[in-house]
């Protein structure tokens, strides 16, 4: 790993989840973008399994995440963590991936 290449662990996970919340669409609305990393990398593999899946399923929860899900740049993705309340909701949460 790089020097820069600054991963949360998962103690920094548990000090967040103690003050009340593992979504981080209020971090990010004041300039916290120390968990974006995460949640857009979590984004993009759900994404690539769902895009390479789609043509064979076309079960309830594709359909409700083909309504989200595209291929978007990561300043586009903190545009809607930050802006979307749907999608910070599915996609800026933390539980999501520590949790599954």
């Known amino acids: ?5 600054v991963r949360p662990s998962v103690d920094e996970y548990m000090a967040l989840k103690q003050r009340g919340s593992t979504n981080i669409q209020d971090l990010v609305k004041q300039g916290d973008y120390y968990w974006v990393n995460v949640v857009y990398k979590h ?4 994404w690539e399994i769902e895009r390479d899946e789609s043509s064979t399923r076309l079960g309830e929860k594709l359909l409700w995440d083909l ?14 963590i930050k802006s979307n309340q749907d999608f910070a909701n599915k996609w800026g949460d933390l539980s999501l991936i520590y949790e599954e």
């Open 43 to 46: 984004y993009n593999k759900v």
């Open 67 to 80: 309504h989200y899900l595209k291929s978007m740049s990561k300043d586009e993705f903190v545009e809607q």
């Open 1 to 5: 790993m790089a020097k820069n290449d």
